[in-house]
Structure formats: C-alpha cells, structure tokens
T-cell receptor, first 115, second 112 residues
Framework: NAGVTQTPKFRILKIGQSMTLQCTQD?????MYWYRQDPGMGLKLIYY???????DKGEVPNGYNVSRSTTEDFPLRLELAAPSQTSVYFC??????????????FGPGTRLTVL | EDKVVQSPLSLVVHEGDTVTLNCSYE??????LLWYKQEKKAPTFLFML????IEKKSGRLSSILDKKELFSILNITATQTGDSAIYLC????????????FGKGTKLTVNP
C-alpha cells in the first residue's frame, strides 16, 4: 500500500532554474495539498486541490504553480527558483470522512536547496 | 486570519517524565483539531478531536479539547526516548477545502 509518494527525495537547484515536484496518491482521495516546512517552523500551505481540475492558493503560493489533471497526481512547479524556496516540501491527501473532516496523509517529503 | 499557537516550542525531559503540550487556536468556523507526530520525515497522525471534554487515548498518549477556551493539550506519560519528535497541532476549519492551519510545533527531546 503506497499511500502518498513524492519524487525526488532531494534536489539542488541553481537560482533561476525550474523544476517539478511530483506527488501521487493511490487512495482515491479527492483532496490534495502541498506544504512547505522551513527549519523550526510548522507547515505552511502552498496550494491545494479539492478534486481533478480544481486548484486554489494556500497561504504562500507565490513562486509556485500546480495542476490537477487526474485524481492521483498533484505536481508542484517552481518556475524560477529562488533561495527563499529552500525548504522541505510535503504533499498530503485526504478524503472527506463524515462531518468531522478527513485525516491528511503525508508523503515522505522532498528536500529542496536553491543555491 | 486563522492562527494556531503551540507551547512550549521546545522541551527537554528525562525518560519516565510526564509532559503536557499545549495548543491554542483562533479560527473561524472550527471543525476539528488534529495532532501529528513528526520524527525525521513526514508527520504521522495521532488524534483528531471534534468535541469538547472527550479524551482520546492511544497507549501513553492522550489528548483533550476545550472548544470554549479554544485550546487542546496532548499528554504523554512515562516518556520514552522514542517519543522524541516534533509534535504538530493543526486546526481544520469548515468549508469545502479541508484546509489545515498548523502551529509551529513543539520539539520534545526525551533523554535516557
């Protein structure tokens, strides 16, 4: 049971380069999320999606883009990498469960360094 | 703006001690509060609390929510070195997006 998978695990980028962080879930969850976690800080929501074809901005969307063409995949795109984007990126998914909301399941994370 | 504040930010204890971690929140349309444990990798789910005064337990860990005073506590009794981690509190607000707002976390270190 794979759950939420993310690739790559590590990446070093030069300023101005672009890359896509991949996220896939096999639990048929409608909701998917991208977070970043900076040292000593909690997670901050970058973008989220409530279903295929629907995405919306979170707390810190600047410098990122997402797409959701399928239920399973939710890639995060960095177009012009900046040192401020050095962080650990987590993808998560959830399925609305009853009236109380669903638990979010997290991928293993991608550690990105921009030099 | 929705806000989640955890305290203390860092805590060092000895094995066998009991610890209490705090989480207070200000959020419109509260739905539920979640606790996660984060070791070296991704956060793993511990508890979800939706109703005041009902304690949730899992082994040595327990948690309770006070919706009137807008806070939750996470208790760990008889701590072990394996409890060393960052404990994250997050609040889910009502609406269609199921967005979680996270606190900064409490870093717990349990020394032998």
């Amino acid at each position: 049971n794979a759950g939420v998978t993310q690739t790559p695990k590590f990446r070093i980028l030069k300023i101005g380069q672009s890359m896509t962080l991949q996220c896939t879930q096999d639990m048929n969850h409608n909701y998917m999320y991208w977070y970043r976690q900076d040292p000593g800080m909690g997670l901050k929501l970058i973008y989220y999606s409530v279903g295929a074809g629907i995405t919306d901005k979170g707390e810190v969307p600047n410098g990122y883009n997402v797409s959701r063409s399928t239920t399973e995949d939710f890639p995060l795109r960095l177009e012009l990498a900046a040192p401020s984007q050095t962080s650990v990126y987590f993808c998560a998914s959830s399925n609305r469960a009853g009236g109380a909301g669903g638990t979010q399941y997290f991928g293993p994370g991608t550690r990105l360094t921009v030099l | 703006e929705d806000k989640v504040v955890q305290s203390p930010l860092s805590l060092v204890v000895h094995e066998g001690d009991t610890v209490t971690l705090n989480c207070s929140y200000e959020v419109t349309n509260f739905r539920s509060l979640l606790w996660y444990k984060q070791e070296k990798k991704a956060p793993t789910f511990l508890f979800m609390l939706t109703s005041s005064g009902i304690e949730k337990k899992s082994g040595r860990l327990s948690s309770i929510l006070d919706k009137k005073e807008l806070f939750s506590i996470l208790n760990i009794t008889a701590t072990q070195t394996g409890d060393s981690a960052i404990y994250l509190c997050a609040v889910l607000s009502q609406g269609g997006s199921e967005k979680l707002v996270f606190g900064k976390g409490t870093k717990l270190t349990v020394n032998p």
